[in-house]
């Protein structure tokens, strides 16, 4: 079945794959062929059954079978047509490619989640591109003090005159330029805000909310402790996703931001728990 291979470090990676590792028949193993489906899918972003049968060689229903299998390690999770990647301990997007992906999506997101914002005068912003596009979106005609371990969002924000932005310290990710670890998630316990908008990796009706690194956990779940009120906004795609590191439980939330995607149904499944769901 399919092996995870480890890097030195510990990370669990996919090998780089290319048609060249196809065999003098032109056809590929199993287990060769399903790393590749995987390196394609988190180089990508995702993959069809259709371009895969045909770079592969296969027929249709093989490539059913090996999306199956890889969702059922966890690797990936299957759309109509094809399968999008789950980000692990091992593998996540780094936040240039994430600016890259379904803009018009999380655009819609962070204007209904800003929307939320009410009478809130101190906000925490959290890392990511769509908390990135939420804090872009915030009303510049009224103060507002913003706490952040987001460099891209304190940048975003930085030139409006009645927004006060405190940048959390701590040691920089390369991957999401955002500040993590005791510095930051101590600055953040002396705080009281308002409210916070929080992004996940993934969030689970049994699971809650979760995200690969346990430093940027850290960092999420203090968030949640020290506000009031707390809104996620994230693609429709985290829905169902389990990562590494749980940080907070649905029902910590008055409102869950998401495209429509999320079926209503799901939607309302998750209403159960506690938030209100809004689907934009």
């Not at 996919?14 to 988190?42: D, F």
């Not at 850290?218 to 693609?235: D, I, T």
Request: charged residues 25%; contains cysteine; glycine residues 8%.
């Amino acid at each position: 079945m399919y092996k995870r291979h480890v890097s030195p470090n510990g990370l669990v990676r996919a090998p780089h794959w290319t048609a060249s590792k196809q065999n003098r028949k032109g056809a590929v193993g199993t287990e060769e062929r399903r790393r590749g489906i995987l390196h394609t899918a988190r180089r990508d972003g995702s993959v069809e059954v259709n371009a895969l049968a045909a770079l592969f060689r296969v027929a249709k229903e093989t490539i059913r079978r090996d999306l199956h299998a890889l969702e059922e390690h966890g690797l990936v999770r299957r759309t109509h047509g094809g399968a999008y990647p789950v980000e692990s301990a091992g593998f996540e997007t780094t936040l240039a490619v994430r600016t890259t992906r379904n803009v018009p999506q999380k655009s819609r997101i962070a204007a209904a989640a800003a929307d939320l914002l009410g009478d809130a005068e101190t906000v925490f912003i959290d890392e990511g591109f769509t908390p990135q596009l939420v804090a872009e979106a915030l009303p510049k005609d009224r103060e507002l003090t913003v706490v952040t371990a987001s460099l891209a969002v304190a940048t975003a924000l930085a030139g409006a005159e009645r927004t006060a932005v405190l940048l959390l310290g701590g040691r920089v990710r390369g991957a999401t330029l955002a500040t993590v670890g005791h510095w930051a998630g101590r600055m953040l316990g002396d705080f009281v805000v308002d409210l916070a908008f929080i992004g996940a990796n993934g969030i689970s009706r049994s699971y809650g909310l979760t995200t690969p690194d346990p430093t940027v956990a850290e960092v999420k779940a203090q968030a949640v402790r020290c506000s009031r009120r707390r809104v996620f906004a994230g693609l429709h795609t985290k829905f169902g996703a389990v990562s590494f590191c749980r940080f907070a439980e649905v029902a910590d939330f008055e409102a869950i931001v998401t495209d429509t995607g999320l079926t209503s149904a799901e939607a309302q499944r998750y209403s159960l728990l506690g938030p209100q769901v809004i689907r934009v």
